[in-house]
């Protein structure tokens, strides 16, 4: 199966800023409309796995992570030894619990924060 190339790109660089830029500006109009709220949350891949866990835990325990309080380098070293055990992620994450469920801007940033743990920090969720 061979996916169409709908934007014409063929820079694996400018790829990756228009993958962030779509996506950016599809998380912020999920929130802005209201849509956030009524999202299935067994429907999301990839990227999406952290606004998804930020809706499990809105829904199940009324909070949400604070990604900003997050250290890069603490998140990067839990998530691998989390496929062994999963203790140290668990208490990153705990630590970083807030109960601003419905706060934007801790949204918009925490998309940010998520793609500079990829390595992408070209536009700001905020600014699109």
Do not use: P
């Amino acid at each position: 199966m061979r996916l169409e190339n709908k934007l014409n790109i063929t820079s694996q660089v400018e790829l990756a800023k228009a993958e962030e830029k779509i996506s950016k500006q599809k998380a912020k109009q999920l929130f802005d409309s209201g849509d956030i709220d009524k999202v299935e949350v067994g429907t999301f891949k990839g990227r999406a796995t952290r606004i998804w866990l930020d809706l499990i835990l809105k829904k199940e325990l009324k909070q949400v992570i604070d990604w900003n309080v997050v250290d890069k380098d603490d998140y990067i070293s839990a998530m691998q030894r989390s496929v062994v055990k999963n203790l140290e992620i668990k208490a990153l994450l705990k630590n970083a619990l807030a109960n601003q469920i419905n706060d934007r801007a801790l949204f918009m940033k925490g998309i940010d924060v998520s793609y500079y743990y990829e390595g992408y920090s070209e536009f700001k969720t905020e600014e699109l």
